[in-house]
């Protein structure tokens, strides 16, 4: 929803023109950091990826 949202308040393609270059880039940057950090504060604690992938090695044996 963010990078559909970018591309509509840019100037680029038909946009609205509300975002000029440049400030376009730094909003880009902006959503990727923020969506790192989401996916950093939202991802499975290291020992319930090491259980799952063993359940899925045992399954395949």
């Known amino acids: 929803a963010g990078l ?3 591309s509509y308040l840019g100037n680029f393609g ?3 023109g509300l ?3 440049g400030w376009d880039l730094v909003a880009g940057a902006v959503l990727g950091v923020l ?3 989401l996916a950093l504060r939202d991802r499975l604690p290291a020992e319930a990826v090491a259980r799952e ?3 899925e090695w045992a ?3």
Do not use: M, N, P, V
Request: charged share 15%.
């Open 19 to 21: 975002i000029l270059f």
């Open 53 to 55: 992938l063993a359940d």
């Open 14 to 16: 038909g946009g609205l």
């Open 35 to 37: 969506s790192f950090l």
């Open 4 to 6: 559909t949202a970018l």
């Open 59 to 61: 399954a395949r044996e």
